[in-house]
């Protein structure tokens, strides 16, 4: 069974950056139509913060515009996304789940990672 594994996060101070990355493990994911980053106050409802189609197009939540950055890595035998943060501000903090979307099938969730933005 392919599971999303997450690594990166972490406390920063703001104006720092982080990297997160989320790798499948087992196998590649077949017939990806989507591949994204979502995040999470305590409090409020998950929120998508930046998405990739499998053709390269990106779209990024107006708060992150300019600061954050998703790519994409493939090999044979995995998928990889990251997201490069920058300029992190105290607003940025949440649990940061990675997500990958198959044509017909539910989504794949990673089990995410805490960000921390603090002084």
């Known amino acids: 069974q392919v599971q999303l594994v997450e690594s990166g996060g972490g406390l920063v101070q703001p104006g720092g950056s982080l990297r997160l990355s989320c790798t499948t493990s087992?196998?590649?994911?077949?017939?990806?139509?989507?591949m994204g980053w979502y995040r999470q106050s305590p409090g409020k409802q998950r929120e998508w913060v930046a998405l990739?189609?499998?053709?390269?197009?990106?779209?990024?939540t107006d708060s992150v515009k300019g600061r954050f950055t998703i790519s994409r890595d493939r090999d044979n035998a995995k998928d990889t996304i990251y997201l490069q943060m920058n300029s992190l501000k105290p607003e940025d903090t949440a649990v940061y789940y990675c997500?990958?979307?198959?044509?017909?099938?539910?989504?794949?969730w990673g089990q995410g990672t805490q960000v921390t933005v603090s002084s």
């Open positions: 997500n990958m979307r198959p044509r017909g099938r539910q989504d794949y």
């Open positions: 087992g196998s590649r994911i077949p017939n990806l139509l989507a």
């Open positions: 990739m189609s499998t053709v390269g197009v990106t779209t990024y």
